[in-house]
């Protein structure tokens, strides 16, 4: 089923719930401190209870704090249990008794048919205890379930605190809506209206036509996480721009019947040069599908392309690797290197036994990028009471602007260094590909150390504004690596702002062994789910395949920097003269179109 008709009926399950309750309700939860202040709470269950906050922070915070349903350490990592489920045979316990615990010192709520005991997670929380006080005592499933993968809870929650199933349904008072800061509720109707009237994909000619719908149909804080830079969203921009800059110089008379888009990635044989790069939370846009809609995407056309899977997903490892269609299927693991590296430890072994064929470690993120457009949504007050008591709160306690990198910290380590990756090399024999190289130097001693490949990112230009586009670091860097013997056998990624199968093949002209697209595939998933995704594919093949044979070249291997014109390209800020006439007269091209107006 398509996440536009998923939406269609879990948004009008909720419509008469938006309507009565402030939608602050869904974002505002509320928890105690009695499991730290009375016999419950033993020395080691407080112990405990100080690592788990991170399993719990999108919980109620939504958005960036949703990493913590991966980041346990320490202590956290030891709960995790197999076999059993230590739930069964706990007794049902009525609505009337989970509405009664919702003060801060004594928190119940219901998520998929169970209740949990929260209180103790209450003064941990990197947001504030206010803003999860709106919730105490209600079914927040609907919150919870876009932001965390499958068994979350079950496994990261001392058993003590998960109570037992819920007897019957919530009245529909206590069932907080779907997260959506910001958004009124005709604003959300009207999106499902678009919802209920997508083109067909026959109408979709390009990846521009998915961001267009899914900037339509996206709840306010989806579209913003998905597509905030930070700061200016100048490097956001420029990852993009700078192919403009890039020209090419075709063949002619070259017998280019036949187009071969055949290569090897990381010493494996791939059908096409281009792979889905890690991104976050896909279940914001697809809330049943998420990353396991990407996998079968990947795998239903004529061209397995393979997927990076990120460790931030809200669908489980195991759900994303058991997606996939074939074992044909490339799977690769992206790495945020925890500060406890048993965390890292255990997370690598699973993907390994899980099949996963490379490790992509990312550098770039040693704290969060300042993502305002995130930060705007999340702190929304329109017509959104808890909002401001969020922002009061943590006004008083100096957190409105850090709590999601404080959250991110907890997680990722800012410590990391090359000796860290040297010692990942000796625990594993997954290739290591460093992600988020954007210097030559660094690529040179990546391959120098015996790493696989690197990937030239700026984290699609979320993280350090003003930094390069990847496009020209990979100008520079190839180079580099011939000149110092360093380009056999050391595979140079590229990602960040292509949208065209002319953006991949400029890429591959200058050395790519392959590139990366992020963004349009959260898109395609989003509107479309698994169909989208794979005529996301179809879309950049045909394009790839069409561009090859204009330019001259009829197989990957033969395509060098003898095929482009790089005049221009680090020329940043040169303006040209408008032609005033020329443009008045030009016609833009048009994006695809909803079957009912939309007033854009």
Known sequence: MQPALRHSRALARARTALTRAPLARAARPAISRRALSTAR?????????????????????????????????????????????????????????????????????????FVYDVTFFLPNHPGGEDVIRANAGKDVSAVFGPLHAKGTLEKNIPEEYQLGPLSKPMPKRLVAPPYAPGESPLEIMEKQRLRDNMPPLGNVLNLYDFERLASRILSNQAWAYYSSGADDEITYRENHNAYHRIFFKPHILVDVAEVDLHTSMLGKPADVPFYVSATALCKLGNPEGGEMDIARGCGATAHSVPQMISTLASCSLDEVAQAKVDDKQQQWFQLYVNSDRKVTRDLIRHAEELGLSALFVTVDAPSLGNREKDQKIKFS??????????????????????????????????????????????????????????????????????????????????????????????????????????????????????????DILKALCLGASGVGLGRPFL???????????????????????????????????????GFLDLTSLHARSVNVARDALYENSYREPQLAKFLVDDDM
């Not at 401001?388 to 999601?404: F, I, L, T």
């Not at 260094?417 to 024999?429: C, E, Q, R, S, V």
């Not at 169909?531 to 594919?537: D, L, P």
């Open 41 to 113: 709470g033993s020395a080691s269950r407080t112990t405990r209870a100080r690592a788990l906050p991170w399993v719990l922070g999108a919980l109620f915070a939504a958005g960036s704090l949703s990493v913590a349903a991966q980041g346990l350490g320490g202590d956290a990592a030891d709960i995790i249990r197999n076999g059993a489920d230590p739930r069964a045979g706990k007794p049902a316990i009525s609505p009337q008794e989970v509405a009664r615990h919702n003060t801060a010192d004594d928190c119940w709520v219901v998520i998929d048919g």
């Open 523 to 561: 898109y395609a998933n989003s509107c479309y789910g698994k169909e989208g995704v794979a005529h996301a594919i179809d879309i950049i093949t045909k394009e790839l395949e069409m561009s090859m044979r204009l330019l001259g070249v009829s197989k990957i291997e033969d395509l060098n920097p």
């Open 381 to 502: 007050t329109k017509s959104d009471d808890g909002a401001q008591v969020m922002q009061k709160g943590a006004a008083a306690s100096g957190r409105q602007s850090d709590g999601a990198s404080k959250a991110l910290s907890k997680f990722i380590d800012p410590s990391l260094t090359w000796d860290d990756i040297a010692y990942l090399k000796k625990f594993t024999d997954l290739p290591i590909v460093i992600k988020g190289v954007q210097r030559a130097e660094d690529a040179v001693r990546a391959a120098q150390m015996g790493c696989a490949g690197v990937v030239l990112s700026n984290h699609g230009g979320r993280q350090l504004d003003f930094s390069r586009a990847p496009i020209e670091v990979l100008a520079e860097t190839m180079p580099v690596l011939r000149h110092h013997g360093l380009d056999k056998d050391f595979d140079v990624f590229v990602d960040g702002g292509i949208r065209r199968g002319t």
